[in-house]
C-alpha cells in the first residue's frame, strides 16, 4: 500500500471540487437547504405543539446532522467513482500502478474530507439557526459519527461494486440504496415507533443503533454503550462483507472484460 | 531481447466466440510494433490484455521478464504506460492538475518538473492551467499522449493515438515517438487505422483479424512476400486470403 498512491486518488477529487460548483454544492448546497428546510419545520411544529416534546427540535436536527454523515460518506465513495466514469478516466486509472485497495482507500479519504466539511458546516448552521449544538452529544459524538460514516463506506463500496459491474446503468444506486435504509433506521423516530418485524429488520442496520444512542444522550439518559457496540458490532461485519463483495465483483469484470466497455 | 512476450493467448466473452484466438508475439527493446486490422480484429482487446484489464482464458503475458499476474501487475504497471483516443482525462482538471495527479500515481519524484517537461513536449505550455474542457479534441489527445510519457515508459501501449490530431502534429508525434524509442529504448505497440502512419512508424507490423494473428514481420518483408506496394494493399491482400 503506497501512500502516494491513495493520496493521488484523493487528489484527483480535491483538484474537482476546487474547480467545480456543482460539486461544491453537493457537500454545501443540498445539506444546507435540508436543514433550513427540516429545522424550521420542526420549530414550527414544537411551537404548535406546546411543550409534550421538549427535546423534539434536539432529535431532529441532530438526526439531520448525523443522517447527513452517513449519506455524505456513503456518495464520498459511490459518486467519486462515479466521477472517473463520467470523465471516461477509468481506464487511465486503472492501468496505473494504483491497486484497487489502494484506489478504495483514496475514495475513503476523499469521503471522510466531505463528511468532515458537511458535518462543521452543518454543526455551526445547527447551533446559529436552532441554539442546538452537536456538542451535548459529548463523548458520544466521536463514537457516533465514526459509526455512521462506517456504515456509508460499507453501502458505497457495494454500491460502487454494482457501479464497476453493470455500468452507468446502476448508477442511480449512488444516490438511491442510502435511502432504503433511512425508515428502518430510526433516524427521527425510535425504533419502538416501527411494528414488530421492521423492529427486527432495524436491529440488524448499524444507524438504527447509532440514532437510539443519539436520543439516549440527547434525553440525558445515559452514554450509549450498549448501542454503540451492536453497531460497532455490525459495521465490522458489513465492511468487511462489502470489501470481499467488491473483491469479487473486481475478478468478474476483470474476467469478462467489462472495465474497458464501462470505461470508455 | 524481448521486453514483452505475449503467449498463446485466447479470450473468450461466450462459448465459441472468441475475441483473441492464440495471439503471440514479441516486443524487443526499442522497437515500434504496429498492430493492423478491421475493426473488431481484437487490437483493442489484445492492448487491454497485455494491461491486465482483460484476464486471458488461456496463455500469458510477460513484461520485462515477470509474467502478469495480481501480484505483479502493479509492478509491471510502473514501467508502462498507454494512451488511446476512446479514453479521455477528467475536463474539470487543468492539463497540469491532471499530469500531477497521475505523476504521484506513477510515483515521480520531481513531478512539478517532470509535467512541465512533458506538457512541453506536446506544446500544451500556455494551455496548462485552463480547463481541459477548453481544449480541442487534438490537445486533449495531445495531453492523453502527455500522461503516457509522464513516467517515461519502457513499454508504451498506443490505441489509435494520432486521432483527431492535424496531420502536422500527427507527424511531430510519430516523429517524437521514433525518437524516444532509438535515443531511450522505449518499445511501443500502436494500433491505427492509418496504413501509411503504421508503415512509416512501424519497425514490424501484426495484422488482425477476427482475434487471430493473420501475418507478422518487418514491413519490407511482408511487402515482398506478398508482392504487396504498401502496407494498403497488403492489408487487402491479406484480408482478401482470409476469406
Redesign the interface.
Known amino acids: 500500500m ?1 501512500a ?2 491513495v ?3 484523493a ?2 477529487q480535491l ?2 471540487y476546487k ?2 460548483m456543482a460539486r461544491l454544492m453537493e457537500v454545501v448546497y443540498w445539506p444546507t437547504m435540508d436543514l433550513l428546510l427540516w429545522g424550521f419545520l420542526t420549530v414550527y411544529l414544537r411551537r404548535t405543539s406546546g411543550q409534550n416534546m421538549p427535546k423534539f427540535v434536539s432529535y431532529f436536527i441532530g438526526a439531520l446532522i448525523l443522517w447527513d454523515v452517513l449519506f455524505r460518506a456513503e456518495q464520498g465513495i459511490s459518486v467519486s467513482f462515479l ?2 466514469m463520467w ?3 477509468l ?9 484497487m485497495a489502494e484506489y478504495l482507500l483514496g475514495l475513503i479519504v476523499i469521503s471522510f474530507i466531505k463528511v468532515a466539511a458537511a458535518f462543521v458546516l452543518l454543526s455551526v448552521l445547527g447551533w446559529a439557526l436552532y441554539s442546538f449544538s452537536i456538542l451535548k452529544l459529548g463523548a458520544s459524538l466521536l463514537p457516533l459519527v465514526l459509526n455512521l460514516t462506517a456504515m456509508g463506506w460499507a453501502i458505497g463500496i457495494f454500491t460502487t461494486a454494482l457501479i464497476l459491474r453493470y455500468g452507468l446503468e446502476a448508477e442511480i444506486l449512488a444516490w438511491a440504496l442510502g435511502f432504503v435504509f433511512l425508515p428502518f433506521s430510526a433516524v427521527f423516530y425510535p425504533v419502538s415507533v416501527l411494528p414488530g418485524f421492521l423492529r427486527a429488520v432495524a436491529a440488524f442496520i448499524p444507524a438504527s443503533h447509532a440514532f437510539e444512542g443519539m436520543r439516549a444522550v440527547i434525553s440525558g439518559a445515559r452514554f450509549p454503550a450498549r448501542e454503540l457496540l451492536d453497531a460497532t458490532a455490525l459495521n465490522a461485519v458489513y465492511l468487511a462483507l462489502s470489501l470481499l463483495f467488491f473483491r469479487r465483483i473486481y475478478r468478474v469484470v ?4 467489462i ?2 466497455k464501462i ?2 | 531481447m524481448n521486453i514483452l512476450k505475449v503467449n498463446g493467448i485466447s ?1 473468450s ?1 461466450e462459448p465459441g466466440v472468441y ?1 483473441l484466438s492464440d495471439v503471440s508475439l514479441a516486443l524487443e527493446k526499442g522497437e515500434i510494433l504496429g498492430v493492423l486490422g478491421p475493426n473488431g480484429a481484437g487490437k ?2 489484445l492492448i ?1 490484455t497485455i ?5 486471458p482464458s488461456s496463455g500469458w503475458v510477460e513484461a520485462f521478464g515477470i509474467r502478469l499476474s495480481a501480484q505483479t501487475r ?2 509491471i ?2 514501467r ?3 494512451a ?1 483516443s ?9 492539463p497540469r ?1 491532471n499530469m ?3 505523476a ?4 515521480i519524484k520531481d513531478r512539478a518538473a517532470r509535467c512541465d517537461e512533458t506538457l512541453g513536449m506536446f506544446g500544451l505550455e500556455k494551455l496548462k492551467n485552463k ?1 481541459s474542457r477548453t481544449l480541442s479534441s487534438g490537445q486533449m489527445m495531445r495531453l ?1 499522449l502527455a ?1 503516457a510519457l509522464i513516467n517515461d515508459p519502457e513499454i508504451l501501449l498506443l490505441d489509435e493515438p494520432t486521432a483527431g490530431l492535424d496531420p502536422e502534429i500527427a507527424r511531430k508525434t510519430r516523429q517524437m515517438l521514433k525518437s524516444l524509442c532509438s535515443e531511450r529504448g522505449m518499445s511501443v505497440i500502436y494500433t491505427s487505422h492509418n496504413l501509411w502512419e503504421m508503415q512509416e512508424v512501424s519497425d514490424r507490423v501484426l495484422f488482425m483479424k477476427g482475434g487471430k494473428v493473420l501475418m507478422q514481420g518487418r514491413s519490407a518483408d511482408l511487402l515482398g512476400s506478398y508482392g504487396a506496394k504498401n502496407l494498403e494493399e497488403l492489408f487487402f491482400k491479406a484480408l482478401g486470403e482470409d476469406k
Open positions: 503506497k502516494s498512491h493520496a493521488a486518488v487528489l484527483r483538484y474537482l474547480r467545480s466521477e472517473d470523465s471516461r478516466n481506464i487511465n486509472v486503472f492501468v496505473t500502478p494504483v491497486t476483470i474476467d469478462r472484460g472495465i474497458p470505461g470508455e | 479470450k466473452f475475441a483493442t482487446t487491454h494491461l491486465g484489464l482483460i484476464s502493479a509492478g504497471l510502473r508502462m504506460n498507454f488511446s476512446y479514453v479521455s482525462l477528467p475536463l474539470t482538471l487543468t492538475e500531477m495527479v497521475y504521484l500515481m506513477y510515483g480547463p492523453a500522461k
